[in-house]
């Protein structure tokens, strides 16, 4: 049985910060490009960062270029992601997701993930 579990998402205010965690268990995902993904109601699923196998390059979306920090501990069989500066916009599930094929770097769509976590809630007020 393979699963991602995130968490550390919560309700803050515009400015704040959050790091989310995602824990992997199951297999080892220490070859194997993870990522974040977002989905707001009523909004597509988009990605907002990827980082590859042993950490060496990381991908963000455009939207929270500067803002956020993706990062791994392959040790831990974990990936982090901390949200600084955070707006409403950002309102959202916040998705775990790992890429297994072998040979293959970042992805960018969700299609190319082959396992996800059940997601956790980030809520930014005004």
């Known amino acids: 049985q393979v699963q991602l579990v995130e968490s550390g998402g919560g309700l803050v205010q515009a400015g704040d910060s959050l790091t989310l965690s995602c824990a992997a268990s199951g297999r080892s995902f220490i070859g194997s490009p993870m990522g974040w993904f977002r989905q707001a109601p009523g909004k597509r699923r988009e990605f907002v960062a990827g980082?590859?196998?042993?950490?060496?390059?990381?991908t963000y979306a455009d939207s929270v270029k500067g803002r956020f920090t993706i990062s791994r501990d392959n040790a831990k069989n974990a990936v982090y992601l901390q949200c600084g500066s955070l707006q409403p916009e950002d309102t959202a599930v916040y998705y775990c997701a790992a890429r297994v094929r072998v040979g293959i770097d970042i992805a960018l769509t969700a299609p190319e993930y082959d396992y996800w976590g059940q997601g956790t809630q980030v809520t930014v007020s005004s």
């Open positions: 980082i590859n196998w042993n950490g060496g390059s990381t």
